[in-house]
């Protein structure tokens, strides 16, 4: 939530209020996400959390249970990079495709740095004779360069709103990749090369910011004391 500036905050708490709900919580996801990692944000000591989702990315330095600085790109997540993907196989094939089979190509060729080259064939409904369109991972470069860049400076912008007591913190433990985009293969180890630092993804990092809210909710005392609500 942390996308939304205060008065859009204080707006979505009271139509939630209106709607019929006692209490409610703004919970940001990378706070979520921390929580859910099993990171835990109740000591002094910092975590950098990258939590990249289907429409947005969001990066935050967290500390003290709350967040010490953040950055948040909105429309920067799995989605652009499809839509991106898209594009490049219209304007360099002359084809549209379907979303499910943009999503397999993804799925197939997405691979952020140095990789074997694999090659997609497809098959867009022309006459059974017809060579099929050949999609190969090289090409993608482009497009993946374009995807990972934004993340990478705004992690280095967070790191520079970061006191410099707490970036030792950083460099020691490194950094958490999580949500759908994480799952990018290489999208790890290239971050880490960019940022000068190393980022692990989450074992399991679609379930990050699911588990942590579920957290958040078995521990209200946690709300109560550092996030947004309406009683």
Request: charged fraction near 20%; charge should be negative.
């Amino acid at each position: 939530m942390s996308a939304l500036p205060p008065d859009q905050r204080r707006l979505l708490l009271e139509a939630a209020m209106i709607s019929g709900a006692r209490t409610v919580y703004l919970l940001d996801a990378p706070i979520a996400a921390a929580l859910g990692a099993g990171i835990p944000l109740a000591g002094a000591d910092a975590h950098l959390v990258i939590d990249i989702g289907a429409g947005k990315t969001e990066v935050a330095v967290l500390a003290l249970e709350g967040t010490i600085a953040g950055r948040c790109l909105a429309g920067h997540g799995g989605q652009r990079l499809s839509a991106s993907i898209a594009e490049h196989v219209r304007q360099e094939h002359g084809v549209t495709l379907p979303g499910p089979v943009v999503e397999d190509i993804v799925e197939s060729l997405a691979r952020v740095g140095a990789h074997e080259e694999r090659r997609y064939d497809v098959h867009a409904g022309g006459p059974a004779d017809e060579q099929p369109l050949v999609i190969t991972s090289t090409e993608l470069s482009g497009c993946l360069d374009a995807h990972v860049k934004p993340i990478a400076t705004a992690v280095a912008e967070v790191l520079d709103d970061t006191p410099l007591e707490l970036l030792d913190d950083l460099r020691t433990e490194g950094g958490l990749l999580c949500g759908g985009g994480a799952l990018l293969e290489g999208l790890d180890r290239q971050l880490s090369a960019l940022c000068g630092m190393t980022l692990r993804r989450d074992a399991e990092p679609l379930l990050c910011v699911v588990r942590g809210t579920g957290y958040a909710s078995d521990n209200l005392d946690v709300l109560k004391r550092n996030f947004m609500y309406i009683r």
